[in-house]
């Protein structure tokens, strides 16, 4: 009889993956579907609040110190963001340990969080996937990205913007900020156009 303590770590990461990763669609949604947080608190991070994990992902870092090593790559490798309180907890976690920020790829930011995010981009050199909820009817900002933005080198960016789903004039310096960036995203492959079309159409009209 084999034991999960006989397996080797290579595939015991690929057991634990199923119970850990967050879904690909769950990431992607752009559903108008009111903001919750399902995220508990987990042994792989002090206040791990901002991690939207299946709730079998609290679980198993708490099985033992070998299941937490191995676990810990896979809980960091998704972030869902939905609260200024979940990017300081992200940001002071990673400020602590750097390294944990290297395991993320896919990183999805909804409304504005300000500097957390700059600092939370900066240990996550990796990411993939870059999800922007774009707020454009509340007092939240997400200017001023540029240090954060120059870090990543994305192959997909999303935007979206929840509350109101039709162009507003209100997000285009945010979408101009990004568009910027565009160009120097070598690994990008995947974006949206019709905001950022919408964007430079606008910026363009208001230099004349």
Not at 52 to 63: D, F
Not at 120 to 138: Q, R, S, W, Y
Request: aromatic share 8%.
């Amino acid at each position: 009889m084999t034991y999960m303590s006989d397996l080797p770590d290579e595939l015991l990461h690929d057991i634990l993956a199923a119970a850990c990763r967050i879904d690909v669609d769950l990431f992607a949604d752009t559903r108008t579907t009111p903001r919750s947080s399902t995220a508990e608190t987990s042994r792989a991070g002090n206040d791990d609040t901002y991690r939207s994990q299946p709730s079998s992902a609290t679980a198993v870092p708490l099985v033992c110190r070998r299941w937490l090593n191995v676990s810990t790559p896979l809980i960091y490798e998704t972030i869902i963001l939905r609260t200024k309180h979940q990017a300081r907890c992200l940001a002071h976690t990673l400020l602590n340990d750097y390294t944990l920020g290297l395991n993320i790829r896919k990183l999805r930011i909804e409304g504005g969080m300000g500097v957390p995010v700059n600092k939370i981009l900066h240990f996550a050199p990796n990411v993939t996937h870059f999800f922007v909820e774009l707020v454009g009817d509340k007092e939240e900002s997400m200017l001023g990205l540029r240090p954060g933005l120059e870090v990543i080198n994305p192959t997909v960016v999303m935007l979206m913007h929840r509350a109101m789903p039709r162009y507003n004039r209100r997000v285009s310096p945010l979408v101009g900020e990004l568009c910027q960036f565009i160009p120097k995203w070598t690994n990008l492959v995947w974006c949206p156009v019709y905001w950022l079309e919408r964007a430079l159409a606008d910026g363009h009209s208001r230099q004349h």
